[in-house]
């Protein structure tokens, strides 16, 4: 065992302390990703879940933009899965999405909160929803 400091977010951060994906798993029938990390927890995370908090810039978006409601990808699948060196995995959606590094720490985020996350966004789609079809009208006197 060894220890290997790692910058992170202007910090240095112990490798020790971070969790670690030992092994994923891909059903592309049920297009479900499960990942196993080396605490011996797991999640199992559906494409659509991953697509939509996809890491990349185009979702989480730019600078201090807010994050994007990414829409319908209730059918998408992973085309690919790449292993990004030891800390990261590519996936290549089968609708083209492939910018986003699915970091360890970041699907430890996701794994702790999934369900507030999974809520959230679809709070943020019925609130689009409800509102596609609406048009502000302003008056002027």
Request: net charge neutral; charged share 20%.
């Amino acid at each position: 065992m060894y220890t290997k400091s790692l910058q992170h977010g202007g910090f240095f951060v112990s490798e020790m302390t971070m969790k670690q994906v030992t092994k994923v798993h891909y059903h592309s029938v049920s297009k479900n990703l499960d990942v196993f990390f080396d605490d011996h927890s797991e999640a199992t995370f559906s494409t659509e879940f991953l697509r939509v908090h996809s890491p990349s810039a185009e979702v989480q978006g730019h600078g201090s933009e807010p994050m994007k409601l990414v829409l319908n990808k209730q059918t998408v699948g992973i085309k690919s899965i790449t292993p990004v060196g030891h800390y990261a995995l590519r996936l290549e959606f089968d609708d083209g999405h492939n910018s986003g590094l699915f970091s360890w720490q970041y699907l430890a985020r996701l794994q702790a909160e999934h369900t507030k996350l999974w809520d959230t966004y679809l709070e943020r789609v019925k609130q689009h929803e409800n509102n596609k079809d609406s048009v502000p009208i302003k008056f002027i006197p």
